[in-house]
């Protein structure tokens, strides 16, 4: 074995042995190698989020233990949660200044440059250009960049070598389990093979109309439908990961969270900034509308830059489906899924069953949000903003809105104009180091309980 070793590593070293050699297959072993877990963004919900990334599929569809590595900024929010990043563990940290300022000026020789203070300037007239929110993509795909630096620096100084490497937004949640009945979706770029398999599994088929069924009826068990589809798909993805060799290369693509081999999220994903500053410099006509068609556009560089690029199997849809928390507190500590309550399954629901309470309770329910799960398992007293009442004659999801926009959900960037003593136009992010959270708002503790068993 030693001897076999050996020559790979002279065969490597000779150039006679490449990657994308196939002739060799080495199995990968389950376990033996930890997953990279890559957080960016403000960690306003990162608490709560952890929760459905732990107990949901996120961590679990890695097959593997996971270090975590977070890109953020110094706002209050990393300040409160400051106990609970460091319960993660993480391997590193890049915490920048909380004010990004962006420039618009062809006369200025950089693309994105972190100064000794922490402090991030990045210049869109180096970049395509956006109709709207270039300096959210950019921002975010420098983080992207930052990762990839801080595992590769980690790698060389531990000796670790990851295999796969997860990348996700920090109020960003994920679920196997689709509101919708039919999620042939969810595979995107898929072989059709893996198709072929999943849908002889029956894995292509959500349990959701089942799971509401149950619940609208007043029944029990009805959890077990969804820890029975979870246990199905995750087996599945396992099967997956357990069926690669080192060379292969397999990726999977949300806009808020990707997952990967090694190579292709490092050479791929994390090199998002570098791809348009290249697509700059090649084509200065080039012009994108809204950031996901950037993204799409970056999301097809690296398809086309790995030969047999895999989808990720089973593993697709353990993260298949996502949406954002959007967090309000402290002091008030609640927080709200975005995508769901107003633009897809919450009115869905209403429509099909006509019960606000029953529909948001299960969909906390399919996030793996329940209170008594994020109480339970993280010391802190966080809620899910569920509405006392809504009122009577009234559609329940215009009202649901309503109810959100009397409170501030924290987020976004939003245009300062033009900054004294620069011909530029500049933005700044808005939250600076405020972002929502009251500094002096004391964290309400949790009861002492014992972690449910649908966690």
């Not at 199995?27 to 709560?48: D, E, F, H, W, Y």
């Not at 940290?93 to 000026?105: G, V």
């Not at 339970?376 to 009234?394: H, Q």
């Amino acid at each position: 074995m030693v001897r076999q070793r050996a020559r790979l590593v002279l065969l490597f070293a000779a150039g006679i042995l490449s990657l994308e050699d196939r002739s060799i297959r080495q199995p990968m072993t389950t376990k033996t190698q930890p997953a990279a877990m890559c957080v960016t963004g403000q960690l306003r919900s990162l608490p709560a989020a952890y929760v459905n990334w732990k107990y949901g599929t996120l961590i679990r569809s890695t097959n593997a233990d996971v270090d975590f590595f977070l890109v953020t900024s110094r706002t209050n929010s990393y300040s409160t949660w400051h106990s609970f990043i460091t319960s993660l563990q993480p391997k590193k940290i890049l915490a920048i200044d909380p004010r990004t300022t962006i420039h618009h000026n062809p006369k200025l020789n950089f693309s994105a440059t972190l100064d000794a203070g922490l402090h991030l300037s990045i210049n869109t007239a180096n970049f395509p250009e956006f109709r709207d929110k270039a300096p959210a993509l950019l921002m975010q795909l420098w983080q992207q960049s930052q990762c990839r630096r801080l595992i590769l620096e980690h790698e060389h100084t531990s000796g670790v070598r990851y295999s796969r490497i997860v990348r996700v937004r920090s109020d960003v949640v994920v679920s196997d389990v689709f509101w919708t009945d039919q999620i042939d979706a969810a595979f995107g770029r898929s072989n059709q093979i893996e198709i072929i398999k999943a849908k002889k599994e029956k894995l292509l088929l959500s349990p959701y109309g089942a799971f509401m069924n149950c619940r609208s009826t007043g029944l029990s068990n009805c959890t077990q439908i969804l820890i029975s589809r979870q246990k199905d798909v995750l087996a599945a993805c396992r099967g997956f990961l357990e069926s690669l060799t080192l060379e292969d290369n397999w990726y999977i693509n949300r806009e808020v969270v990707s997952m990967g081999s090694r190579r292709v999220m490092l050479d791929g994903e994390f090199r998002g900034i570098e791809l348009l500053r290249k697509l700059h410099l090649t084509n200065p006509s080039k012009k994108f509308g809204k950031i996901i068609e950037a993204l799409t556009w970056i999301n097809e560089m690296i398809h086309n830059s790995f030969t047999k690029l895999r989808s990720g199997g089973a593993c697709a849809l353990a993260i298949g489906d996502g949406d954002y928390l959007r967090m309000f507190g402290p002091p008030k500590q609640t927080f709200v899924l975005q995508v769901s309550e107003q633009e897809t399954e919450f009115p869905v629901c209403i429509h099909n069953y006509n019960d606000a309470n029953l529909c948001l309770k299960s969909m906390i329910q399919r996030w793996q949000l329940t209170p008594e799960c994020l109480c339970a398992n993280l010391g802190v007293d966080l809620k899910y903003d569920i509405p006392v009442m809504i009122p009577n004659g009234t559609d329940a999801s215009a009202a649901l809105k309503e109810h959100h926009s009397k409170n501030r959900l924290v987020g976004d960037w939003f245009p300062l104009g033009i900054v004294k003593g620069q011909p530029n136009r500049a933005w700044e992010h808005n939250e600076r180091p405020y972002d929502g959270f009251d500094p002096g708002a004391p964290l309400r503790n949790c009861p002492s309980q014992r972690p449910p068993d649908t966690c």
